[in-house]
């Protein structure tokens, strides 16, 4: 056993200092939304002498900051559900059978990892338009999506090699074929990589706003993000009714955090160890 | 490869082995397979991704409003084609705006600091926490909430801290008993260091994990081994931990950069590219100039440069540094 020295208080400082500086930020959000303008000006960072319920009651009884919320959980799950259905279908296929130029199209769909995606967005904004999705929620699903591709076939097909191909010839022996396979064995046995995928799509979608930005115009639409730009736009004085907002927003993402945590931890540690 | 030979039934077209082939891989059902499972994948991303990036160099030469199907087609209510060809002008006014210029490094000084500052951090950090204890786990959840975070939220929860009438910034002149409130953001000098500063808060936590993870794979064995024959906490840090975490910080170094070439939501709430134009990255941009004023050919130019700095760099360090670890 370690006695306690200098070490460890020096140790021990420094990871309180880094977490006070991650933690005070939040606080202070949190916060500055139960204070008034005037206190928030003069006190940003103490607790509240009156703890208001105005501003944060007023975004929750707004229907306008329900629909940027069901746009986005609508966005994000559909994007999700495109990334895994269609990423373990492809990532499926090339582990299960080598065919001619197997090779060359897995190498194509890995592109996708090598650039900023960035990079396309005024042609992406004219193929969207062209195909008359602009302004509906397909026109930032499927992007995101198509974008999500390389990431989740490149996961997916070093875990379905992994599946004993034993399981498969007895599944034929009984009559039972590729596609049949991957719904009633294949799935099934990647409830983790699919769970550890779906967790990263899902944030990625839920969180993004240059897409959003570039594809949405008609505010019934507007994902939260999009809303949050808007609402403190509208108060551009007002930080207190800003920061509520802001609040509001966070507590979906910490709590879907905290239960989704041990697929975020493995999802970075695949990708970490594997490489 | 024994599935398909099970269901060979021997025929007369066996005699052209290609055909022979085909007739195999057909009725062992991997053509169907291949004909349902990888198209819609294969798609998707040509539409969305590839074609995009693709169109992206083919209006790169022309000035373009985005009206009509492509700049090229002939317009016959005007008797012109719908963008006009300027070759490579584009590249050029890219090359002598001086927004760019400060837009380029500014996303080289993200590379810089994510390179120099972020991840020695995390590093630091995961070589503090990586241990499983009740208080690190603490710690570590503490250090990923940021990364959480929508970068729009992290954007506007920075914005009040660095306001001069409200957060940090006005306790700051109040400590030093300035007479003026001080706004980073406001000011040309200091805009885009309060933008590095809260990139390294948002983004360190995610290094630090990835760390984590690969210092939790290296045997105990191999370090209490280490310290029996009297190596300090340092030696053991730089001559055992150190190397073996190396594939690890390839691949947060890899991340590093590809992401400083994206930044984009971040800037937007903290301070929109301004105060005249010195906190620009090279999405925001491309968003500014390209797109907000329907410059499609220009936008399109800036992409190229993009995606060719990121290929680049992708295929340089895939061929490099990453195959060393391979091998």
């Not at chain 1, 319920?53 to 746009?71: P, T």
């Not at chain 1, 999700?80 to 194509?108: C, H, K, N, P």
């Not at chain 2, 590379?111 to 951090?121: E, H, M, T, Y």
């Not at chain 2, 840090?237 to 971040?266: E, H, N």
Request: charged share 10%.
């Amino acid at each position: 056993m370690n006695r306690f020295g200098w070490r460890d208080f020096w140790r021990i400082s420094f990871l309180v200092l880094v977490s006070a500086l991650v933690v005070v930020p939040l606080v202070a959000t949190i916060l500055g939304g139960f204070k008034s303008a005037g206190e928030l000006r003069v006190e940003p960072f103490g607790l509240p002498s009156v703890w208001r319920l105005e501003f944060y009651g007023e975004i929750v009884g707004d229907l306008q900051f329900w629909r940027y919320l069901w746009n986005s959980l609508f966005i994000s799950v559909a994007t999700v559900f495109l990334t895994l259905l269609l990423g373990s279908m492809a990532a499926y296929t090339f582990a299960q059978i080598r065919f001619f130029g197997s090779r060359f199209l897995f190498t194509y769909l890995l592109l996708g990892l090598m650039f900023p995606f960035a990079a396309a967005i005024m042609p992406l904004f004219l193929t969207v338009r062209n195909l008359g999705i602009l302004d509906t929620s397909w026109g930032v699903v499927l992007p995101q999506a198509a974008f999500g591709m390389a990431f989740s076939v490149m996961f997916f097909r070093t875990f379905f090699e992994q599946i004993p191909p034993d399981l498969f010839d007895a599944a034929r022996m009984d009559g039972c074929g590729y596609i049949q396979f991957y719904f009633r064995v294949t799935l099934p046995l990647s409830t983790p990589i699919l769970a550890t995928i779906a967790v990263f799509v899902f944030v990625q979608s839920w969180n993004n706003y240059l897409l959003p930005l570039i594809m949405l115009n008609d505010r019934a639409g507007y994902t939260w993000t999009l809303g949050a730009m808007d609402y403190r736009g509208e108060y551009i004085q007002d930080w207190n009714r800003t920061l509520a907002f802001v609040t509001v927003t966070l507590a979906p993402a910490v709590v879907f955090f905290l239960a989704a945590q041990k697929y975020i931890v493995a999802g970075l540690t695949g990708g970490a160890v594997k490489g | 490869m024994t599935a398909a030979s099970a269901t060979h039934h021997p025929s007369a077209s066996d005699e052209r082995y290609g055909a022979a082939a085909f007739r195999r891989f057909r009725q062992s059902g991997k053509l169907t397979l291949l004909l349902t499972f990888l198209p819609p994948a294969l798609l998707i991303f040509t539409i969305f991704v590839m074609l995009p990036m693709l169109n992206a160099s083919f209006f790169s030469p022309y000035k373009w409003s985005g009206y009509g199907p492509a700049p090229w087609i002939f317009n016959a209510d005007t008797g012109q084609t719908f963008g006009d060809w300027v070759g490579l002008r584009n590249f050029q006014q890219l090359a002598g705006h001086s927004a760019f210029a400060t837009a380029a490094s500014n996303t080289f000084k993200i590379i810089l600091v994510s390179l120099f500052i972020q991840l020695p951090l995390a590093l630091v950090l995961a070589l503090m926490i990586y241990e499983k204890s009740y208080a690190n786990t603490i710690f570590r959840l503490i250090f990923f909430v940021p990364y959480i975070l929508a970068e729009v939220a992290t954007g506007l929860i920075w914005s009040f801290v660095f306001d001069g009438n409200y957060g940090l910034s006005r306790t700051a002149t109040d400590v030093l008993g300035l007479e003026e409130a001080f706004f980073p953001l406001a000011d040309k000098d200091w805009a885009f260091n309060a933008i590095l500063a809260v990139i390294v808060w948002k983004y360190f936590g995610f290094h630090m994990m990835i760390y984590i993870a690969g210092l939790q794979n290296i045997s105990r064995d191999l370090i209490d081994a280490a310290r029996i024959d009297g190596a300090t906490p340092l030696e053991i840090v730089r001559y055992i931990k150190l190397p073996l975490l190396w594939p690890a910080i390839t691949i947060s170094i890899f991340y590093s950069v590809l992401g400083a070439l994206q930044v984009f939501d971040i800037v937007m709430p903290m301070t929109a590219g301004g105060p005249s134009n010195s906190s620009h990255t090279l999405v925001s941009y491309l968003y500014n100039f390209g797109f907000i004023r329907l410059r499609v050919g220009f936008g399109s130019a800036v992409g190229v440069v993009l995606f060719i700095i990121g290929i680049v760099f992708a295929f340089t360090y895939r061929g490099t540094v990453q195959r060393r670890i391979a091998a």
